[in-house]
C-alpha cells in the first residue's frame, strides 16, 4: 500500500519530468531539490493540479489516479494540499473556511475540530475574515483547512516559504505535532534541508526532473556519496533522548547511542525523543579526549568513510554507535593528524550548533 | 402633475423590456464571460470581438440586419410564425432580442473582468478541498464576483433603458406593444409636444444617474470595465 508514480511532464522551457518512485503510505516524505527540480511540478501531478503526459501513471492505496487514458479528477482524490500561499478563501471568515472543508470531507477527519482549533492556536480567530491575518495565522488556517476535509494524503507546496524565521519555526513546531499525532502520510516540498530534517522520515532527492536518490532521512543526511553532502549546510540527523535538565546551567542534557550531548535547555520532559541536527562544519576531530576544553560535547566516534569534497576540503563520516555524524575538516589537518577509516577519534562539537539548529524557539 | 395612462403605458413596457433583458443576459452572459475568461484561442478572440461589436456599431446598422433576419419572410421570421402563430417583426420580442444583442457587452465584460481578476489558486483550493466545478463556481467564484454580478445587471438594465437605434429600425412605433420611453421621447419631439418630452427626458436623466451613482458608491470606478 502506497502510492506509486510513473511520471512523464514536459514543462516551460524544454523543462522534463521522469520519474518512478513509490512513496511510502505512511510518515512525512520529502521532496528535495534545488529550484527548477521539478518538486512543485511533481506535486501538482499528484494532487492533479497538473496533467502529465501520455504514459504517466499515479496509483495511490491500489486505487487508479491517473492510467490507461482515465485521471481521477482533483476533487475525487481525497487529497488535502497545504499551498505556499495559503489561498484561504477571501468572502468567508476563518470558521467558514474550515466549514467549507468540513462540509465537504468525506469520512471523518483525523483530529477533532476543537482539537485542531487548540492545538492550531486557531480558536481566536475564528471570525476574523482572512485578509486581517498574518501570513502565519493564515498558514495555519490553511493546515487546518486541508485537515478538515480528512483527507487520505496531505501534500504541502513550501507551507513556510513565505513566513518570517519566528513564523516559520511556529509553524513547523506545529507539523511536527500533526506528523506525530495524526497518522496521514504527507508529501512535503521544500529547499530547506534544515526544515526537512526535523520533519521528514523519508527523502526523495530531486534534480533537473529526476529523481537522483532516495532512502531514510535519517540515513540519507549521514551519507557521502549524495548531493546532501556537498551543500555547504551538510548536516547530519541523529536522534535521542532526554536524558536530564540541569536547570542550573540552564542546558538538556540528550542522551544518543549512550553518550550525552549537551544542549539549550528544551521544554520537552525527559524521556521524550529528539532529533538534533548536526553541521559538518561545526564538527571538528581530535587524536585524544582534549584535558581542558570549553567545548562541552566531545564524542568518542570511529571514522567510517573520508571523502574530498573538493579543494581544501574532506568531508569524514564518523560512526556514533548506530547512527553517523558529518565532518567537514581541511586536507592539510587530515593528513597532519594521519586519519584514516577504522581509526576511533573524538568530535568536538560546538554546542551553538545544536542550540541553534535544534528547531526549538526556546 | 400626476403622469397620464400613456406614460405608464410607455414607462411600464421599458421596464418590461429592460428587466426581462437583462435576466436573459444574466443566464446567457454568465457561461459566455465564464468561457471567455477561461479560454485563450483565436476562437475565443473572435467571440470577445462580436460581443463588443455592439459598443463601436452604428446601433442602425446592427437595427438594419435584424430587420432583415426577423422579417416575416427570413428564416428566423418563418420559424417562429410557426412555432407561435404571431408575427415576429414589430413585436416585443423582437425587442427583446435587439436589446439583448444590443446590451450584450455591457453584461459580459464586468463579468469577464471579475473572472479574470479572480484569485488564480483560490478555485484550485476550493477542488483539493472536495468541490466538483460546479460547486466551485457556486461556492467561491459566484460569492467573489457577487458585485460584479449587481454591476452586469445594472448596467445592462440601464442600457436596455437607454437604446434608441436599435428599436427604431426593428420595432417600429407601436404603443403598448413596441413603444418604449426614449421611442415616445422622439415621437413627442416629432409633435412638438415638448412639456411631455421634457417630463420624459428629465425622467431618464434622473433616472440613469441614480443607477450609475448606486453602481459607482458600491463597487468604485473599477465597476465601469467596458473596453471598445
Known sequence: MSLDLDLHCTGQQGFQLQLQSSIADQGVTALYGPSGSGKSTLLDCIAGLREPGDGSQISFRGQQWLGHGQAVPVWRRRIGYVFQDARLFPHLTVAGNLDYASQRARGRPALERDRLQALLGIDELLPQKPDTLSAGQQQRVAIGRALCSAPQLLLLDEPLANLDPMASAECLTLLQEIANQVDLPMIYVSHDIEELGQLADDLLLLQKGKLVDSGPMMEMSSRLDTQLAHEEQAAAIVSGHIKAQDTHFGLTEIEVEEQVLYVNLLPQAPGSSRRLRIPARDVSICRERPAQSSILNILPVTIAEITTSGGAQLMLRLALGKQFLLARITRKSAERLQLAPGDRVFAQIKSVALLSEAGDAV | ?228
Open chain 2, 1 to 228: 402633475m400626476p403622469l397620464s395612462p400613456a406614460e405608464l403605458d410607455v414607462i411600464g413596457l421599458t421596464a418590461a423590456l429592460a428587466a426581462v433583458t437583462t435576466v436573459i443576459l444574466l443566464v446567457l452572459g454568465t457561461p459566455l464571460a465564464w468561457w471567455l475568461a477561461t479560454r485563450r484561442t483565436n476562437m475565443s478572440a473572435l467571440v470577445e470581438a462580436l460581443v463588443a461589436l455592439p459598443l463601436v456599431l452604428p446601433p442602425t446598422v446592427l437595427g438594419f440586419y435584424l430587420l432583415l433576419a426577423l422579417a416575416p419572410d427570413s428564416p428566423v421570421g418563418m420559424l417562429w410564425q410557426q412555432l407561435t402563430g404571431t408575427r415576429l417583426a414589430f413585436s416585443f420580442s423582437a425587442l427583446v432580442i435587439g436589446s439583448v444583442i444590443y446590451s450584450l457587452p455591457f453584461v459580459v465584460q464586468p463579468l469577464q473582468s471579475a473572472f479574470q481578476s479572480l484569485p488564480a489558486g483560490t478555485r484550485q483550493a476550493a477542488a483539493t478541498l472536495g468541490a466538483s466545478p460546479w460547486d466551485q463556481f457556486r461556492s467561491v467564484v459566484l460569492p467573489i464576483s457577487r458585485r460584479s454580478f449587481i454591476t452586469a445587471a445594472s448596467l445592462g438594465f440601464a442600457h436596455t433603458v437607454g437604446e434608441f437605434g436599435v428599436i427604431l429600425m426593428i420595432g417600429g412605433n407601436i404603443p403598448g406593444e413596441t413603444q418604449v420611453l426614449s421611442i415616445a421621447l422622439y415621437d413627442r419631439v416629432e409633435t412638438l409636444q415638448f412639456a411631455e418630452a421634457h417630463r420624459m427626458a428629465a425622467g431618464l436623466v434622473v433616472f440613469s444617474l441614480a443607477l450609475l451613482f448606486f453602481i459607482y458608491r458600491q463597487s468604485g470606478a473599477s465597476a465601469w470595465r467596458v473596453r471598445t
